[in-house]
């Protein structure tokens, strides 16, 4: 890669960490559903201006429509709240190790769905380190014994069995649109679903939002979707999707430095043995420092 598509990279592994954060933050003044109405909404607002303004040409069929609906569901609305309700009861440093997670899990779902995505030996070995640096991260005596307090860490991690399904959907319905169109689309059909819900059973909570809720909501949508996914689509066109996978190594040292330098919160031990062996895992993965010393 190039100096520019590193700093890119790096950027947006900031951008996509400080998500942990600003869901910590919001937390102490907003319900979970409310963080992610907001998220989305607002990101799909600026989105939704941004491809008017460019003139971005786009087919509303129904097909297009009906796989925008499955994606928003499997990309946005059941991970977002999931990961935002179980935030609830862990720190975001841990969040942001346990996220971690969705890459294995698409390799791995990838393998069975995409003929083009088989699962070779160094993929499995790299799978299997990333699934054991997360039992570490967990600790394995709360996986045999699940208290209250440790629901939020597996609804993070049911939140990115929703992301790898997402890869895998989007690889196989969404190749013929557009990334920014896909993005913009992904995040409207959201903010439509949510819509109903958020001004019902959640209108008072509307009402009371004040200016520095929204300036923390509106930084957190802009931040970690408009700009993130604008970033994204760069990268994917200058340096490729195979360097993405950098940017996942970057997104958990990050969120940990942001929520224990502003927020204070404290990191176990378990939870920093088990981020080395992810990323060890995640390098793996990604398989050009392999290469490099079998060349």
Same mark, same amino acid.
């Given at each position: 890669?190039?100096?520019?598509?590193?700093?890119?990279?790096? #950027?947006?592994?900031? @951008?996509?960490?400080?998500? &942990?954060?600003?869901?910590?933050?919001?937390?102490?003044? $907003?319900?979970?559903?409310?963080?992610?109405? #907001?998220?989305?909404?607002?990101?799909?607002?600026?989105?939704?201006?941004?491809?008017?303004?460019?003139?971005?040409?786009?087919?509303?069929?129904?097909?297009?429509?009906?796989?925008? &609906?499955?994606?928003?569901?499997?990309?946005?609305?059941?991970?977002?709240?999931?990961?935002?309700?179980?935030?609830?009861?862990?720190?975001?440093? $841990? /969040?942001?190790? #346990?996220?971690?997670?969705?890459?294995?899990?698409?390799?791995?779902? /990838?393998?069975?769905?995409?003929?083009?995505?088989?699962?070779?030996?160094?993929?499995?070995?790299?799978?299997?380190?990333?699934? @054991?640096?997360?039992?570490?991260?967990?600790?394995?005596?709360?996986?045999?014994?699940?208290?209250?307090?440790?629901?939020?860490?597996?609804?993070?991690?049911?939140?990115?069995?929703?992301?790898?399904?997402?890869?895998?959907?989007?690889?196989?319905?969404?190749?013929?649109?557009?990334?920014?169109?896909? /993005?913009?689309?992904?995040?409207?059909?959201?903010?439509?679903?949510?819509?109903?819900?958020?001004?019902?059973?959640?209108?008072?909570?509307?009402?009371?939002?004040? $200016?520095?809720?929204?300036?923390?909501?509106? /930084?957190?949508?802009?931040?970690?979707?408009?700009?993130?996914?604008?970033?994204?689509f760069k990268i994917l066109e200058s340096a490729g999707a195979g360097n993405l996978l950098i940017c996942t190594i970057i997104i958990p040292p990050s969120s940990i430095f942001l929520n224990a330098f502003i927020?204070?919160?404290?990191?176990?031990?378990?939870?920093? #043995? *088990?981020?080395?062996?992810?990323?060890? *895992?995640?390098?793996? $993965?990604?398989?050009?420092?392999?290469?490099?010393?079998?060349?």
């Amino acid at each position: 890669m190039k100096n520019k598509d590193w700093i890119l990279v790096i #950027l947006l592994g900031l @951008f996509w960490g400080s998500t &942990f954060f600003f869901v910590e933050v919001l937390l102490k003044y $907003l319900s979970p559903f409310m963080i992610v109405y #907001l998220r989305v909404s607002i990101a799909s607002i600026f989105l939704i201006f941004f491809i008017i303004i460019r003139g971005t040409k786009f087919e509303l069929s129904l097909k297009n429509l009906f796989n925008l &609906f499955v994606m928003s569901l499997l990309n946005n609305v059941f991970p977002f709240l999931l990961i935002t309700f179980g935030q609830q009861t862990t720190t975001g440093g $841990l /969040a942001s190790i #346990l996220n971690a997670n969705t890459s294995f899990i698409g390799i791995l779902l /990838a393998s069975f769905f995409l003929p083009l995505e088989r699962l070779n030996f160094i993929r499995l070995i790299g799978v299997l380190i990333g699934v @054991f640096g997360v039992i570490i991260a967990i600790g394995y005596q709360n996986i045999i014994q699940l208290k209250d307090d440790d629901l939020g860490k597996y609804l993070i991690l049911i939140a990115t069995i929703s992301y790898g399904f997402a890869g895998v959907w989007g690889k196989l319905r969404l190749q013929n649109l557009t990334p920014v169109f896909a /993005a913009t689309g992904m995040l409207t059909m959201s903010t439509i679903i949510l819509s109903p819900y958020a001004f019902t059973v959640h209108l008072e909570e509307i009402y009371s939002l004040n $200016l520095f809720i929204i300036k923390y909501a509106l /930084a957190f949508a802009i931040i970690c979707s408009v700009f993130a996914y604008f970033l994204y689509f760069k990268i994917l066109e200058s340096a490729g999707a195979g360097n993405l996978l950098i940017c996942t190594i970057i997104i958990p040292p990050s969120s940990i430095f942001l929520n224990a330098f502003i927020l204070e919160q404290t990191v176990s031990f378990n939870e920093y #043995l *088990g981020l080395i062996i992810i990323i060890f *895992g995640l390098i793996i $993965l990604d398989g050009r420092l392999i290469k490099r010393k079998i060349s």
